[in-house]
């Protein structure tokens, strides 16, 4: 959590990209949530999930495990699709 919420501290009014392993992001949206993180749920493979951060503190879920951007790469696109 800490790291996150630094990047986000130190980027008020920015767009920013967090590169990091799906426990991570896992976690950080169960923080979000104000949840157990214990399986939450599994991020897909270079999925991306989006977090508005206010300045107050705030945080709220934008999207979670998007995959559009692997459509037409023969990757695979969710946990169940080929």
Do not use: K, W
């Amino acid at each position: 959590m800490t790291a996150i919420e630094s990047l986000i501290d130190a980027h008020r009014g920015q767009r920013i990209g967090v590169v990091c392993d799906g426990g991570v992001i896992n976690r950080y949206l169960a923080h979000v949530l104000g949840i157990d993180a214990t399986n939450f749920f599994y991020p897909n493979y270079t999925s991306i999930h989006r977090v508005a951060a206010a300045s107050t503190g705030e945080r709220s879920i934008v999207t979670v495990n998007e995959t559009a951007h692997l459509r037409g790469t023969g990757l695979p696109v969710g946990l169940f699709q080929r």
